[in-house]
């Protein structure tokens, strides 16, 4: 495998990296919020209803499932990373000027396309090294994306505090 290749897998593989890496930090943000915000709901119910102990059950399974969720949909992130055409694919999607470069790029560096010219090895092999560069120039912001789990996170962890603080007896 030539440099140019090489060195556009390795850079879109980065970005795949990061992209799996935002979208566990996501799933991750998210599971938080839903227990957190669950569990304040349950306490207050149950401070205000006095709650019969197959409610108080039914909650604690449905809290669970809420993890059990989670945890499936992390394990399932894990086993499957990203591939190259997705990361190309989020590359221009940020920048549409660059038009499907980098995605054709990755059809080749994958294996799902291969040169059927004797004229083409020479393209493709410029192809991918003005991916590797346009990869290397355009990082997508994947980070962005943590924004909103994380200001949920946050929510549930001050209603958490607030129920702890403000509730008589909650801590119980």
């Known amino acids: 495998m030539n440099d140019a290749a ?13 992209k799996d890496r935002a979208r ?6 998210l599971v938080a919020a839903l227990l957190l915000c669950g569990l304040v709901l349950v306490v207050l119910l149950d401070y205000w ?17 809420i ?18 055409k997705e990361a190309a694919l989020d590359v ?8 499907c470069e980098v995605s054709t790029a990755a059809e080749y560096l994958a294996g ?6 004797e004229f083409e090895p020479e393209l493709v092999a410029a192809l991918q090294q003005r991916a590797a560069a346009t990869v290397a120039q355009n990082r997508v912001p994947y980070s962005r994306r943590l924004r ?3 200001l949920a996170a946050g929510v549930g962890l001050l ?14």
């Open 24 to 29: 566990r930090w996501t799933t991750t943000l």
């Open 67 to 84: 993890v059990a969720g989670g945890v499936w949909k992390l394990v399932t992130l894990w086993r499957r990373p990203t591939a190259l």
């Open 159 to 172: 209603a958490v505090a607030l129920v702890l603080t403000l509730v008589p007896g909650a801590g119980t």
């Open 92 to 99: 221009e999607a940020a920048r549409p000027d660059l038009g």
């Open 6 to 18: 090489e060195n556009a897998r390795s850079r879109l593989a980065a970005a795949g990296r990061e």
């Open 148 to 150: 909103n789990p994380a």
């Open 49 to 65: 209803l006095m709650l019969p102990l197959a409610p108080r059950w039914g909650a604690l399974v449905a809290l669970a499932g």
């Open 112 to 117: 799902d396309r291969r040169p059927q010219h």
